[in-house]
């Protein structure tokens, strides 16, 4: 089984900054590859939408929206990933959810490809 885990949301006021982390960890078997991950956001009455992603290869495309405010980068050695948040702003608040895709060794042998979610942590950007 594998999962993914997002941390690091929290209260912050307008202008400031916060970095959230998503790790995938895997159980009865081993992480072999993790390909594109991607951050998504949800805030209350809207829909889920898409922050940013980086590849394998360390490329990033962001939204419009965060250009110049948000970054993103991974350590594949943790096989982790960073959404690093600067001057936010209060309609950056929301559930931010990590999603990645990986490819795991099973402890049969068989390997198993899949798309997985975090939990989301919340993000307040608020006076």
């Known amino acids: 089984q594998v999962q993914v885990v997002e941390s690091g949301g929290g209260v912050v006021q307008p202008g400031g900054s916060l970095t959230l982390s998503c790790a995938a960890s895997a159980t009865f078997g081993s992480i072999i590859r993790i390909d594109d991950m991607g951050w998504y956001r949800q805030a209350p009455g809207k829909e889920r939408e898409l922050v940013g992603t980086?590849?394998?290869?360390?490329?990033?495309q962001n939204i419009h929206s965060v250009k110049g405010r948000f970054t993103i980068r991974r350590d594949n050695a943790k096989k982790t990933a960073y959404l690093q948040m600067n001057s936010l702003k209060p309609e950056d608040t929301g559930v931010y959810y990590c999603?990645?895709?990986?490819?795991?060794?099973?402890?049969?042998?068989?390997?198993?490809?899949?798309?997985?979610w975090g939990q989301g942590t919340q993000v307040i950007v608020s006076s």
């Open positions: 999603n990645a895709e990986i490819v795991m060794k099973r402890i049969d042998g068989e390997l198993e490809v899949g798309r997985y």
């Open positions: 980086i590849g394998s290869d360390g490329n990033t």
